[in-house]
């Protein structure tokens, strides 16, 4: 039972544009949320998260949307640099699990010249 | 700051012997440490969480006589692959929290290949 889904295995972006990367959950217990950056061979890095009090984050260049409703979270890359390129997993957490992360499949971005 | 190292990268051990990788955190204390495996092309999966000087809480279908976990301390958590199979063959990833906003800080992974 993937609770936590990344329908879009990769995408393609040009440098300079936005990169968009879409996120979904089907537990309504989650109420907080987090992006990570991950190189092959190499743990996750931390990007940007977001608390289900909020609809909007904005950290720099990385934005995240969370809309409740939809049970629907993205993460909007403005302007994409080659840099960028990696896989992205979104995560999710809900009060009183003990900081337990349920993870996406990822989403390989890949940031073209 | 929140640096969360593993040793080693990578082992490669016969089938049958047992592997004890290391998690630590650096540069802060770690109210709780995780474990999770990864298989190519897969998500992180969440195998244990465990607290220092507690017993680790083993997800679902995890064999917690098999992946053995230790919280010795409030920077350190090992976790050994007892009589590891190359079905054991995966990408082992741990990660810390300080508790704060459920945030957790990942180490760089260690490489398991069991022949």
């Known amino acids: 039972d993937q609770q936590v889904k990344q329908n879009s295995p990769s995408l393609s972006v040009q440098e300079g544009r936005i990169s968009i990367l879409n996120c979904d959950y089907t537990?309504?217990?989650?109420?907080?949320f987090l992006w990570y950056k991950k190189y092959p061979a190499e743990g996750p890095t931390f990007l940007i998260s977001?608390?289900?009090?909020?609809d909007k984050n904005e950290d720099g260049r990385f934005t995240v949307f969370l809309n409740k409703s939809a049970k629907h979270l993205s993460l909007h890359i403005v302007p994409s640099q080659p840099g960028d390129s990696a896989v992205y997993f979104c995560?999710?957490?809900?009060?009183?699990?003990?900081?337990?992360?349920?993870f996406g499949t990822g989403t390989r971005l890949q940031v073209t010249l | 700051g929140a640096v969360v190292s593993q040793h080693p990268s990578r082992v490669i051990c016969k089938s049958g012997t047992s592997v004890k990788i290391e998690c630590r955190s650096l540069?802060?204390?770690?109210?709780?440490m995780f474990w999770y495996r990864q298989f190519p092309k897969q998500s992180l999966m969440l195998m244990a969480t465990?607290?220092?000087?507690?017993?680790?809480?083993?997800e679902q279908g995890v064999e917690k006589d098999k992946f053995l976990i230790n919280h010795a301390s409030l920077t350190l958590s090992t976790l050994t692959v007892t009589s590891a199979h190359p079905e054991d063959s995966s990408f082992y990833i741990c990660?810390?929290?300080?508790?704060?906003?459920?945030?957790?800080?990942f180490g760089p992974g260690t490489r398991l290949t069991v022949l």
């Open positions: 990660s810390a929290s300080r508790g704060f906003y459920n945030e957790q800080f």
């Open positions: 537990n309504s217990m989650f109420d907080y």
């Open positions: 977001i608390s289900s009090i909020k």
């Open positions: 995560a999710a957490s809900a009060t009183g699990t003990a900081s337990k992360l349920t």
């Open positions: 540069d802060f204390q770690a109210t709780t």
């Open positions: 465990s607290n220092e000087g507690s017993k680790a809480t083993y």
